[in-house]
């Protein structure tokens, strides 16, 4: 089996985000460090919902002696640097990174802290307790 890539967790979350998403392409002339995708975040208390970039990353789960972490492959430095000025502006942003569980065939999502609380930090680790987990179901938006 080939390894999972960027473009597949992408285009996974996708097809399982339960509400509207779209992907930008940056390739096709966006700003550099621009996120991957938008969704809208309607949180059950909101009567309006907020448009929220994501980027979307691939990592793993490493278990050292302090316990279990989450290594995130290829953060590029245009990629922290723009969610980093997007929250100097007052935007909210998400950096969500997905490791695919060959057990239960999907991919696990783990979302980062904020980043003004690691922005400047070289390691790319997170302990695991410290993230939240996205349960998006096993599905796609077409199973019922």
Request: hydrophobic share 40%.
């Amino acid at each position: 089996m080939k390894d999972k890539i960027e473009l597949d967790f992408k285009r996974w979350f996708r097809n399982h985000y339960p509400d509207w998403s779209e992907a930008y392409e940056p390739r096709h002339g966006g700003g550099i460090g621009i996120p991957d995708i938008q969704i809208l975040w309607k949180p059950d208390d909101m009567k309006l919902a907020t448009l929220i970039p994501i980027e979307c990353k691939i990592g793993s789960i490493e278990i050292i002696k302090s316990g279990k972490v989450l290594k995130v492959k290829k953060v590029r430095a245009s990629q922290v640097s723009w969610h980093y000025r997007f929250w100097r502006a007052g935007g909210v942003s998400k950096i969500l990174v997905g490791v695919w569980d060959c057990y239960d065939v999907f991919w696990r999502i783990y979302e980062l802290p904020s980043i003004e609380l690691w922005w400047d930090r070289p390691s790319r680790s997170f302990p695991l307790y410290q993230l939240t987990e996205w349960h998006l179901g096993k599905g796609g938006k077409d199973d019922d």
